[in-house]
């Protein structure tokens, strides 16, 4: 059976809560339940109620979080750039081949197709990640810009399937 509260732990809870002393750690002083602490602080008109550190807290957190996302969008824009200028810049293929397995590399002006459309994919991947994390801000027509914006991609599109069918075709 439960002990009556007396008034001694009263006073003390009092005492203890203008010192500003946690719920919790009132209780773990007098040897108390939390919640025959927070009944006691209730009947005294008391309470723990941590409002405004909570909020600060949060609001802390919100702009950490924020400035990490903006960090990385823009960490994403980086690797989208570098990715693009793979597009047209030179490289090395090679691969090993023929009835003895020898390695084999070709330098060529510029990726194959294949290898552009796999480039402009993963590029197309990291902005759109980078504008989730951190949206752009429109101004006036912005609309209108992603309108054609988002034309001009899928006719891009279509016409990197058309050419990858051409090369199939043998044309």
Same mark, same amino acid.
């Given at each position: 059976?439960?002990?009556?509260?007396?008034?001694?732990?009263?006073?003390?809870? %009092?005492?203890?809560?203008?010192?500003?002393?946690?719920?919790?750690? !009132?209780? %773990?002083?007098?040897?108390?339940?939390?919640?025959?602490?927070?009944? !006691?602080?209730?009947?005294?008109?008391?309470?723990?109620?941590?409002?405004?550190?909570?909020?600060?807290?949060? #609001?802390? &957190?919100?702009?950490?979080?924020?400035? &990490? %996302?903006? @960090?990385?969008?823009?960490?994403?824009?980086?690797?989208?750039?570098?990715?693009?200028?793979?597009?047209?810049?030179?490289?090395?293929?090679?691969?090993?081949?023929?009835?003895?397995?020898?390695?084999? @590399?070709?330098?060529?002006?510029?990726?194959?197709?294949?290898?552009? &459309?796999? !480039?402009?994919?993963? $590029?197309? !991947?990291?902005?759109?990640?980078?504008?989730?994390?951190?949206?752009?801000?429109?101004?006036?027509?912005?609309? #209108?810009? %992603?309108?054609?914006?988002? $034309?001009?991609?899928?006719?891009?599109? #279509?016409?990197?399937? #058309?050419?990858? @069918?051409?090369?199939?075709?043998?044309?």
């Amino acid at each position: 059976m439960r002990e009556p509260i007396t008034d001694a732990e009263r006073t003390r809870v %009092r005492a203890l809560h203008a010192a500003g002393r946690a719920r919790n750690d !009132i209780a %773990r002083e007098l040897g108390r339940s939390g919640s025959t602490v927070s009944k !006691i602080a209730r009947e005294e008109g008391l309470s723990f109620a941590r409002g405004p550190e909570v909020v600060a807290a949060t #609001d802390a &957190r919100r702009l950490d979080l924020a400035a &990490r %996302r903006q @960090q990385l969008a823009e960490a994403l824009h980086e690797d989208a750039e570098r990715l693009r200028a793979q597009l047209w810049a030179p490289c090395t293929i090679g691969a090993f081949g023929g009835k003895d397995n020898e390695w084999a @590399q070709v330098d060529l002006d510029r990726p194959p197709f294949a290898d552009q &459309r796999q !480039i402009l994919a993963a $590029t197309s !991947i990291a902005v759109d990640k980078s504008l989730k994390l951190a949206p752009s801000e429109g101004g006036e027509g912005a609309e #209108d810009v %992603r309108s054609m914006l988002g $034309t001009l991609g899928e006719v891009l599109a #279509d016409a990197f399937a #058309d050419d990858e @069918q051409g090369a199939d075709d043998g044309g």
